[in-house]
C-alpha cells in the first residue's frame, strides 16, 4: 500500500485548504482511512476518518464542522476539505490507512502511512 498526500500549503486565518491522499497497492474496500496531524513538540492526533465502502466518517472535536473527509472511489483519492481555518490548525497533516473496517482515533492502529504534508495558517 502507497499514500501520497498532497496540498498543503500556506493559508491564512478563516481561510480554506484541501489535501488529497492518493492510495495505490490494493482495493481499499475494507479499509478505514484517516487524516492525522502533528504540530512542533506535539504527539500526532486524529483528525479525521472514513470507511472506504459506504463512506461513512468520523471527525476530531476539533475540526468538526469546519472540516468535511471524502474519498472518490475511482481515483482512489482521499480528500480533506478544511476550511475556517485557524492558526492551530497548523501542522503536517499525515493520512493513513488500516485494514480495519471500524474507526479508531488511535495512529497505533494504522499500519500505512504517507509523507505529510504542512499546513502552516497565519493568522
Known amino acids: 500500500?502507497?499514500?501520497?498526500?498532497?496540498?498543503?500549503?500556506?493559508?491564512?486565518?478563516?481561510?480554506?485548504?484541501?489535501?488529497?491522499?492518493?492510495?495505490?497497492?490494493?482495493?481499499?474496500?475494507?479499509?478505514?482511512?484517516?487524516?492525522?496531524?502533528?504540530?512542533p513538540g506535539k504527539e500526532r492526533e486524529f483528525v479525521a476518518a472514513i470507511l472506504w465502502s459506504g463512506g461513512s466518517t468520523r471527525y476530531a472535536d476539533s475540526v468538526r464542522g469546519r472540516v468535511s473527509i471524502s474519498r472518490d472511489n475511482a481515483k482512489n483519492t482521499m480528500y480533506l476539505q478544511m476550511n475556517s481555518l485557524k492558526p492551530e490548525d497548523t501542522a503536517v497533516y499525515y493520512c493513513a490507512a488500516a485494514s480495519i473496517v471500524v474507526f479508531t482515533p488511535h495512529p497505533r492502529e494504522y499500519k500505512y502511512w504517507g509523507q505529510g504534508t504542512q499546513v502552516t495558517v497565519s493568522s
Open 1 to 39: 500500500v502507497q499514500l501520497q498526500a498532497s496540498g498543503g500549503g500556506l493559508a491564512q486565518a478563516g481561510g480554506s485548504l484541501r489535501l488529497s491522499c492518493a492510495a495505490s497497492g490494493r482495493t481499499f474496500s475494507s479499509y478505514v482511512m484517516g487524516w492525522f496531524r502533528q504540530a
